[in-house]
């Protein structure tokens, strides 16, 4: 069955080329109809292929040739390790109830097929993505989905907002691609190839076959630069401006994309390289530093935000920074566990905004309320995904988040376990804050409240699914189960152990379960049932300064902006002075000398064909003066 | 009639002297006829020397005699040719001044 | 050097003052008919060159087409025009002296050339004629060696003809 695993990523791009065929004025339902049923036989490979891979183990590369670069080949194909075989089922699924829950969304859109041919190739490229077995093919497909990212985000590309966002989201992201490639060809030159396993071999080695920088060294470059690449495409500080942006584009996207797959590819790439980072401390260190300041400084701005979506995105920019830290701290098992958690909690909460927004046409927090008696599945899904973010117990996030907490104290870390435990407080505040803000009180806005309506079932069933999955999905590496996900993944190493794996820690659990349900408690007592004592625009004025400091967003954008643009203008500045009074000038003075030239020679075009005729004729005098005198004409 | 020897050096002075008389009238005068008539002075001037030189050289003959003739043919046809224009253009400017026929100036 | 002097020699250097003396009037004198008339004088000395050196046919060419057509032609043409027109006195603007200047060097450089090369004695004994009158030779030499050169300057005479007749027509306003 693994070596049907390249019919995962196929189907839809089939599904892409069948819409790309049909061309824009593709009937809704065709279009949802072609993409749902090529991505749920797509998930339904994927989990054949899961099945298989569990009783396998890791499957080589299926590679064919492709080309030959002097001595050295390169190929492409595909590869079913038990990592990539866990991201196929859970990108495959996600997209799937997408896909479902965008016909439902996205109804009425004037380009909603072009929107399904989008999705489609974003499904198509994030699965190659995961099942490339090299480093070229998988940066390839990786500038695929921020293509796709882009596209997407700028959907409505008529909202100068919208298309703001898809160049922000482009641009900054591509610093860390940059970082990515550059850490590849490094790599490629150092060890001459592509693969996995033989960059993997050499790094493990420590044999560069690089003589000018330490082979140490270069491990530690290498995998900064590959982090690089994966710190711009999950959003992680400081490069994470560009996610909370990335919200104008429609939900289902943020749902899938921008929380769920393509901003977990980062942390796939830093698992996949993981023996890499492995072979280097200060990069691990690194990865667990940068994780637990996007961890607690993304929860802190997401405290204050006004917009449900934004919330949410601020959201998955700390839970990414939770992955990364699990992956810095060597608990390679509970970032990936926390990946696939966290892919259906947040798209759930996604989804259940893009249900609200859907519902009440807002997406102000301040504009919505009460819509418990209006939206009942919604929210009770809500609560579901909300419960799982915040770390309640059985929910998923409950033991993900618990093992990388575990993991950062066990290893000697007690400064990032600190961090994560405050950001975890954050998290479930601000989560109940959106929960209680939307469902419950009096409707602030009574004629939104009036018309709001639960969606179809094309929109209630994925929410039901992901709600069932957030529930349950955390007992895949409970002690309940026997840590089998960390069973099933180390299965990928010869030595079935990779990184670190914390023991069950009881206190530490009821620790963070308490801090969990203090967050919510708080968030209850603020929004659900103020007391006049306790409003939050009192709250607000209290804590004055810091409220706007969060607000702000730690004034991020405005530092970026002096920092980035006012250099980039002061530098345009002098190249515009170099190029107006060095290069211009220059170009002037040729002209002038031109000019002055061709005054003089005005005088001699008269226009009179005697002149001319004269000037013949002294040059026919010379002429013949020189014939005669060099010429030999006199005796 | 018979042959006087004559100086060949004085036949060639004599041409050339007409010729740079009709350069320079042809250089410098104001009536677009004068400068026709300076042109055939110099044709004239040309047609001596090529009779002249047609005794001299390796094999005398009547090979310079003959270029004279067709000179003259073509220096017919020329003054033909050139006097039309000119008529043709003093109907169209009522001169035959040679500057005033200056396309190029302002 | 007086030696060398005989009959044909004096009738030489006469025409040749004749000659010059009309060239030097053409460029001096003022009113267009007068120049035309000493253009004449000028083509009637060549002429009479020509005959002096023994080319009695093209002297005689010279004759008919140059002092007879030619001038007469140039005439018609003054008449044509406006026959009144007077050369402006003589300035000396730069183009003038430019001119002069390369006339006189010209000439200068000339007949110091002519004056500095030996040239061969006139073979007084070779018959240019080859038995036959000057006219006769010529003849001969044009229809058997320049048959092709002179039915093709007979064309060029047509088309000149031609050509002159329709650039000095009249136009008329219909054609356009």
Request: with cysteine.
């Amino acid at each position: 069955m693994v070596a049907y695993a390249w019919l995962v990523p196929l189907l839809p791009l089939a599904a892409y080329v069948f819409l790309l065929v049909l061309g824009r004025r593709a009937p809704e339902g065709v279009a949802a109809g072609v993409s749902v049923v090529c991505s749920l036989a797509s998930f339904l490979v994927s989990a054949a292929v899961f099945r298989a891979a569990a009783s396998q183990g890791p499957v080589g590369p299926y590679l064919f040739h492709w080309l030959t670069l002097g001595s050295a080949s390169i190929s492409f194909g595909f590869e079913v390790t038990r990592l990539n075989a866990l991201m196929i089922l859970v990108v495959s699924l996600v997209s799937t109830l997408v896909l479902l829950y965008s016909a439902g969304y996205m109804h009425g859109d004037e380009r909603f097929p072009v929107f399904y041919q989008y999705l489609n190739l974003f499904v198509f490229s994030m699965l190659a993505l995961v099942l490339s077995p090299n480093l070229l093919q998988l940066y390839i497909f990786w500038e695929m989905v921020g293509l796709c990212s882009y596209l997407l985000v700028g959907f409505w590309y008529f909202k100068p907002e919208a298309a703001l966002a898809a160049k922000k989201s482009f641009i900054v992201t591509r610093i860390g691609d940059t970082g990515l490639l550059i850490g590849i060809v490094l790599l490629y030159w150092a060890s001459g190839s592509f693969d996995y396993s033989t960059v993997f071999a050499a790094a493990g080695a420590g044999q560069w076959s690089l003589g000018w920088v330490s082979g140490q060294e270069l491990t530690t470059l290498c995998a900064l630069l590959v982090f690089l690449g994966a710190v711009g495409k999950s959003a992680q500080f400081p490069l994470h401006v560009w996610l909370p942006d990335a919200m104008e584009g429609p939900t289902p996207v943020s749902a899938l994309i921008h929380a769920a797959t393509m901003v977990a590819a980062g942390v796939y790439l830093v698992a996949r390289c993981y023996p890499l980072f492995q072979a280097s401390p200060g990069a691990l260190a690194t990865v667990a530093w940068i994780g637990a300041i996007t961890a607690l400084l993304a929860a802190l701005i997401a405290l204050t935000q006004r917009d449900i979506k934004r919330v949410i995105a601020y959201s998955t920019v700390s839970q990414l920074g939770y992955m990364m830290l699990a992956l810095g701290v060597g608990a390679y098992a509970y970032g990936v566990f926390h990946l696939m958690t966290h892919a259906f909690f947040k798209a759930l909460l996604f989804l259940a905004a893009g249900s609200v927004i859907h519902a009440v046409d807002t997406q102000d927090l301040f504009e919505m309320g009460g819509l418990y008696r209006k939206l009942p599945l919604t929210a009770w899904t809500f609560l579901a995904g909300a419960l799982a973010l915040a770390g309640v117990v059985p929910f998923a996030g409950f033991w993900s988040k618990d093992d990388i907490l575990a993991a950062a104290l066990n290893t000697g870390h007690p400064v990032l376990w600190g961090m994560l435990l405050l950001a975890a407080f954050c998290t479930a505040f601000y989560i109940f804050r959106v929960y209680f803000l939307v469902f419950t009180g009096a409707p602030r806005q009574p004629e939104r409240w009036q018309h709001a309506h639960e969606g179809s079932w094309v929109m209630t069933l994925p929410l039901l699914v992901l709600a069932a999955m957030a529930t349950i999905a955390g007992f895949f590496n409970s002690p309940l189960n026997g840590d089998g996900l960390e069973h099933f993944l180390f299965a990928d190493s010869p030595q079935h152990q990779i990184g670190y794996t914390a023991p069950e820690n009881v206190p530490l659990m009821l620790l963070s379960l308490l801090v969990a349900l203090l967050g919510i408690g708080l968030a209850a007592a603020v929004y659900w049932r103020p007391r006049q004592s306790q409003r939050p625009e009192r709250w607000a004025r209290a804590w004055g300064p810091f409220y706007t400091l969060s607000y702000r967003k730690f004034y991020l954008d405005e530092v970026y902006y002096a920092a980035l643009v006012y250099t980039g203008k002061g530098i345009a500045a002098v190249v515009d002075w170099i190029d107006r009074y060095v290069i211009d000038a220059l170009v002037r003075v040729v002209g002038r000398l031109v000019y002055s030239v061709s005054v003089l020679l005005k005088f001699s075009q008269t226009g009179q064909v005697q002149a001319y005729s004269t000037v013949a004729a002294l040059g026919v005098l010379v002429l013949v003066a020189w014939a005669m005198l060099r010429a030999g004409g006199v005796h | 009639m018979a042959y006087f020897p004559i100086p060949t050096g004085s036949l060639l002075a004599l041409g050339a002297i007409l010729f740079c008389i009709g350069l320079y009238g042809a250089l410098t005068k104001r009536n677009l006829i004068i400068v026709l008539v300076s042109v055939e002075l110099m044709l004239n001037a040309a047609n001596i020397n090529l009779v002249v030189f047609s005794r001299l050289g390796l094999n005398p003959g009547l090979n310079g005699q003959v270029f004279a003739l067709f000179t003259i043919t073509v220096a017919a046809a020329e003054i033909a040719v050139g006097l039309a224009l000119l008529l043709a253009v003093f109907r169209l400017r009522k001169t035959s001044d040679v500057n005033d026929l200056n396309e190029n100036k302002n | 050097m007086l030696a060398y002097l005989n009959g044909g020699m004096v009738v030489f250097y006469l025409l040749s003052v004749c000659i010059l003396a009309c060239a030097v009037l053409l460029i001096n004198l003022r009113k267009v008919i007068y120049m035309a008339l000493a253009l004449g004088g000028i083509f009637l000395g060549c002429a009479a060159v020509y005959f002096l050196v023994g080319a009695e046919f093209v002297g005689v060419a010279q004759l008919l087409v140059y002092a007879g057509a030619i001038t007469i032609l140039i005439m018609f043409a003054i008449m044509l025009t406006n026959h009144e027109a007077m050369e402006p006195a003589l300035r000396w603007t730069w183009r003038q002296v430019a001119a002069a200047a390369a006339a006189v060097l010209l000439c200068a450089v000339l007949l110091w050339t002519i004056r500095s090369t030996v040239w061969p004695p006139s073979p007084a004994d070779v018959d240019l004629n080859q038995g036959n009158s000057n006219p006769v030779a010529v003849g001969i030499m044009l229809f058997r060696d320049y048959a092709v050169p002179f039915e093709l300057v007979s064309l060029l005479l047509i088309v000149g003809l031609v050509g002159a007749v329709i650039l000095a027509r009249e136009r008329k306003e219909e054609d356009e």
